[in-house]
């Protein structure tokens, strides 16, 4: 199960907090979202604090739109280096 709360702000900016594991069915719906964000404009920002679970499937998607400028914050040491990310500060 996931939960991803739409956080948009005036300055075309749009923070998806999530909560719970990104699997399944779950990785379409959140790819789906993310590339409605890019279609509008939005500076995307993916928040993991909630975040306890990726699949390889989410993995893979994820990391196909590190390069179109999604940021990713506060992940888990286990999700950053699930991710290849940097520790935000």
């Known amino acids: 199960m996931l939960r991803i709360d739409v956080i948009d702000r005036k300055n075309?900016?749009?923070i998806l907090h999530l909560e719970g594991k990104i699997s399944g069915c779950w990785v379409l719906e959140l790819k789906n979202l993310i590339s409605e964000s890019l279609r509008m404009k939005k500076r995307i920002i993916l928040d993991f604090s909630g975040v306890n679970?990726?699949?390889?499937e989410a993995m893979?998607?994820?990391?196909?739109?590190?390069?179109?400028?999604?940021?990713?914050?506060?992940?888990?040491?286990?999700?950053?280096?699930?991710?290849?990310?940097?520790?935000?500060a």
């Open 12 to 14: 075309s900016e749009r």
């Open 60 to 88: 893979r998607m994820l990391k196909q739109f590190a390069n179109k400028g999604l940021e990713m914050r506060n992940g888990s040491l286990f999700i950053q280096a699930l991710l290849g990310a940097k520790k935000e």
């Open 53 to 56: 679970f990726l699949d390889e």
